[in-house]
Structure formats: C-alpha cells, structure tokens
C-alpha cells in the first residue's frame, strides 16, 4: 500500500516542481522613470547619459539616454535601449562621433554609435585591485583617457591613455595620490579634460567636490565644494562646466 501511495504522489511532485519553474521565470519588466542617470558627456548639441538599473530585473534594463537644456530645463530628447543588464554605473566620453563607456561594476567598454548600436566590447587590461573613477578622451592624441582607484590603497590613483582599439599598450600610464577623498566605495566618480587641466568629480566623504589637476603634472590646481552630494556626472561645454545629479538634472556648475 505504501509502495502505491508513492507511485501515485510522483505526478504531483512533478506538477509542483514545474509550477515552481514557472513562478520563478525572470522577471523582464522595465521600469526606468525612477532611475538615477550617470554621468554625461556632449554631442551633437545634446548631452548623453545612461540610466542607473535600480529595478533588479533581468532583460534589457539600460537606455541610452539623450538631454538638451532647454530654458536651463533638461528635456529627454531620445532613448536607446542597449539590450544590457548589470552594468551599474558607466562612465561617459565621446570623440566628435562615436560614445564610450565604461561600467563600474564590472570593467566592460563600449564603443557605441550616438543611436546606441554597440561596436565593440572591451576590457583594459588592469588587476581587479584598480576600480574605474573616470573616463574621457584627448584629441591632441586621438585616445581615452581612464582613471582607476587603487582599492588596496585608497588614496592612491592611476590615469591611462589607451588607443580607442585596445591594440595598443597603454600611451601615458601614471599613478598619483588625491588625499582628502573618500578611501571606502567612492573616492573620484568621473572626469572630464579639457587642456591643460584635468578635471575630477568626487565625493569627500561629506559632500561631491570638483578637482582640478594640471594634466601634464598631475599637479592639484584646486578643490572647491560642489555644495551637492548627489553629482553623478561632468563635461565641459565649450568653456563651461555642467554637472549632471542623480535626479536626471543637468546644469551649468561654473564657466571656466
């Protein structure tokens, strides 16, 4: 009678395990409104961003974002989904036609078109110890430039120029110490160059500060208060600095 009662619940153990499959099917919804943006780069007369994934679910979760400003108002102009998932933060650089960006969270680049079709994917070639703070490019050489975070040591920084390729080894590899910034997840967030200067967002571990650094020294110009802790981005307009926050704003911080 056992030996029945058991041949008769194997259906049902069958029947609920594949319920159970079907219940936990991964969840695609996209809902983005609530999204941070990232940092931003210029192009074209608008500038470009990417959404922060705060949803957790799986599928294509990140846009490719474009903003005008627009009586000092940031107006959505266009999305692109870039069919990607957990890639956290990017950083952001253009060089007259084509997008960059690097993840955060897990070292990927990507070369994109301004509509969001991916050219390549790519990773520098760095020990995991050296965590992305920054990207942005240098046209006197044609080259991307990278910041990275030593996390072993938190004060300590490296600034790479790296062909647009990857087929390179690195041009100009320097490391440098910031000290005043926040050594545990943040530290230097983003960059931006505008020659001579270099100039870095970070978070000091009160509040977001602009650095400015002589980029051929890597000697400190300056540290001012950005008097916000929620910049997530910076470029350079001409000769003005605009900052963009987490609530999808962008503004003018300063001219130069």
Do not use: H
């Amino acid at each position: 009678m056992k030996k029945y009662i058991v041949i008769l619940l194997l259906p049902l153990l069958v029947f609920t395990i594949s319920c159970e499959d079907i219940d936990s099917s991964p969840n695609t919804n996209k809902y983005t409104y609530y999204d941070d943006i990232s940092d931003i780069t210029y192009l074209n007369s608008s500038f470009y961003t990417t959404n922060y994934d705060l949803s957790g679910n799986a599928g294509e979760q990140i846009d490719l974002i474009v903003y005008d400003i627009v009586d000092t108002e940031t107006v959505m102009n266009n999305k692109f989904s870039l069919g990607l998932n957990g890639q956290g933060y990017f950083s952001i650089t253009n060089d007259g036609n084509d997008l960059f960006l690097q993840s955060r969270s897990n070292y990927n680049i990507f070369k994109l078109s301004n509509t969001g079709e991916i050219a390549y994917l790519s990773n520098d070639t760095l020990d995991t110890k050296w965590l992305p703070s920054g990207l942005t490019y240098n046209s006197s050489n044609d080259s991307l430039v990278f910041l990275y975070r030593n996390t072993e040591k938190g004060n300590q920084y490296r600034l790479r120029e790296v062909s647009k390729l990857f087929s390179q080894q690195s041009k100009n590899d320097r490391e440098f110490v910031l000290n005043g910034l926040d050594t545990t997840l943040y530290g230097a967030l983003c960059i931006a160059y505008k020659e001579p200067n270099l100039y870095v967002l970070a978070f000091d571990g009160q509040e977001d500060v602009l650095i400015t650094m002589d980029y051929s020294s890597l000697n400190l110009i300056s540290n001012e208060s950005v008097n916000d802790s929620t910049a997530v981005g910076i470029d350079i307009v001409n000769n003005s600095i605009y900052l963009s926050y987490r609530d999808r704003t962008i503004s003018l911080f300063k001219e130069l």
